[in-house]
């Protein structure tokens, strides 16, 4: 049997499309959630999961941050899909059928100018790839879905327009999760790694711990802080830097963080993507 790896959202999703495009050896285990996507790894149902972290045009994906550092599992790559948004409908439906077009928010509000242009009214569903299912199963030619066209092929639903988003470079960055680390040799490449601290409780405490980053010349690209614990004082920071534990500058940078640091977990030691390898310092 095939390895198997787990995502959030139906078949067609496109999370589903982030798996088939890194692990086409894989079967696609759809999940409610993004819990039950990480219960299937740590349950052996899935050997590997691929939950999406950011959007290049939405920030941060919900729920995902504070979900990691608890999930027992270990970043291991990180996967970009291009997000193209397609307008799906029945076969033999044309453009001019179309009165309304249903879909996850986000993509809705991603397609604006086209649906005004066209006079086709947005309606929220629960997903992408499950508004093309709905889609397909209520037979209504003059309705259609936003979304992939791999949910398009699945429900058998054609294309009626390609690419409609308002925004060119709409990406979404995906980290694959396994139960274990997987790192990388250093000197293998680039590569990324990925952490979660909180800052002791002294004045200028973060301050000073992103100093030995700068001091060591490590490029940190991205830094965010989020509640924990249900309190406005427990404040849990979530960071990737460019660059291996075990390379000189990253290793006194990291020492030099736990000084400031109350606890500090590195979620993952994992290959950079080199078409969004950056490579340079802040």
Known sequence: MPATIAFQGELGAYSHQACHEARPDHAPLPCPTFEDAIEAVRQGQAQLAMLPVENSTYGRVADIHSLLPHSGLHIVEEAFVRVHINLLALPGATLSDIRVAQSHTVLLGQC?????????????????????????????????????????????????????????????????????????????????????????????????????????????TKLESYMVDGQFTATQFYADIEGHPEDPPVARALEELRYFTSSLDILGVYPADPDHFDGGAD
Not at 130 to 141: F, H, V
């Open 112 to 220: 604006r100018d086209f649906l005004a242009r066209h006079g086709i009214r947005a309606r929220v569903g629960a997903d992408t790839a499950g508004s093309a299912k709905q889609i397909a199963e209520a037979g209504n030619p003059a309705e259609a879905a936003l979304a992939s066209e791999m949910a398009g092929r699945i429900y058998g639903l054609e294309v009626l327009a390609r690419h409609i988003e308002d925004h060119d470079r709409n990406t979404t960055r995906f980290l694959i999760m396994a139960p274990e680390p997987l790192r990388p040799a250093p000197g293998s490449g680039p590569v990324k790694t990925t952490f979660v601290f909180r800052v002791r409780n002294i004045p200028a405490a973060l301050y000073k711990a992103m100093g030995g980053f700068a001091t060591n010349g490590v490029n940190m």
